[in-house]
């Protein structure tokens, strides 16, 4: 079972190049509808497009969410611990990520979890007090025990993002496209200086949207310019999911 749902989030989220066949092989049997961000095969409509996306529209604990009213809690600073990696870019067909070798790990309140992929989503999916950011890069990570951990970093417009223009330079314009990243990169340069956090559970943002996902958003948003802005808009215009109901969840932030 826990193999299942691990597959099944992989394969909407993290999309390692060793499932991407699989996937590919599906939509030819027809088992898997291509979910989009709009119209007919839009959000709203992913909960009845076939019985194992039924969480989108039944789950309690789904993302993203409005962020406001986060509670003080008893939270550990996250232990990043990422290092220097190889990387390929895909372009999934959903968005541009970024699949990881041997990226490092995190330390969190729930645990360790190893670093797998990151991606973009445009405008950010999550909001902060009824406000998106222009982009958000989500970090993926997964435990030993196969749950997963996201850390989220929100990017706003000013000066260009030296870590990014290596990663969009080289994303492939052609959905199903690949590219090596040429020497590697470290995520860590990604990361926001002040690495205070809001924290609360949730699930993929994507079909099939499983819970018990632990999210933590960096309240610090790091820049990137307009032009970077767009250039990932010009493969993505849109492809973040609308806020969804907090259904009595408690939302911590980080000391500092
Ligand atoms: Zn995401």
Known sequence: MQ????????????????????KGAKHEAGKSAHWSYTGPT???????????????????????????????????????????????????GHTIQVNLSGGGDVKVASGDYKLLQFHFHTPSEEKVNGKAYPLVAH???????????VVAVLFKQGQKNAALEKVFSAMPAKENGKADLAGGMNVTKLLPTKRSYWAFEGSLTTPPCSEEVQWHVLKEAVEMSK???????KLYPMNARPVQAL??????ESGV
């Not at 032009?227 to 808009?233: L, P, T, V, Y």
């Not at 259904?247 to 911590?252: A, E, I, K, Y």
């Open 139 to 149: 970090l993926v990570h997964k435990s030993d025990a196969g749950k997963l951990a």
């Open 247 to 252: 259904n009595g969840r408690v939302l911590q």
């Open 42 to 92: 839009g959000a709203a409509k992913w909960g009845d497009m076939q019985s194992d996306f039924a969480t989108c529209k039944l789950g309690k604990k789904q993302s993203p969410i409005d962020i406001k009213g986060a509670k003080k809690g008893d939270l550990p600073a996250i232990g990043f611990n990422y290092g220097q990696t190889n990387a390929e870019v895909v372009n999934n």
């Open 3 to 22: 193999k299942l749902i691990l597959i099944a989030a992989l394969s909407a989220l993290a999309l390692p190049p060793a499932f991407a066949e699989e």
């Open 227 to 233: 032009e970077q802005i767009a250039a990932f808009k």
